[in-house]
């Protein structure tokens, strides 16, 4: 598990400790990587630097170039960044309040 969070973790840009653990409480991809397990930024980096060889090694093998041209590679995604783009887009008339960023619920 902490393998598949470390590499979704930097394919997204996020390479610090704490930043990982945060991600843990509030983006739902990393949710799901983690199990809704929550590890702290300690473990994470004593996992980092326990295993550095072989996180190098199966994080330039997800990310590599094919050297023969023939696969293409998936990329990684966040969803949520533009789900968050795409809300703020929308006209306020629906009772979407811009300045916030949610629904309100009619009553």
């Not at 409480?25 to 980092?48: L, M």
């Not at 293409?72 to 009772?95: F, I, K, W």
Request: aromatic share 10%.
């Amino acid at each position: 598990m902490m393998l598949a969070l470390l590499i979704y973790c930097y394919a997204t840009g996020r390479f610090g400790s704490r930043t990982i653990e945060a991600a843990t409480y509030s983006d739902v991809p990393v949710r799901f990587i983690c199990a809704n397990q929550h590890p702290d930024h300690a473990s994470i980096c004593a996992f980092r630097t326990a295993n550095e060889p072989a996180f190098v090694a199966a994080f330039t093998q997800v990310f590599a170039p094919d050297p023969t041209g023939q696969r293409q590679r998936g990329r990684v995604e966040d969803r949520g960044q533009r789900q968050q783009a795409r809300r703020h887009q929308l006209p306020p008339s629906r009772g979407h309040d811009r300045a916030v960023g949610v629904w309100k619920c009619r009553s």
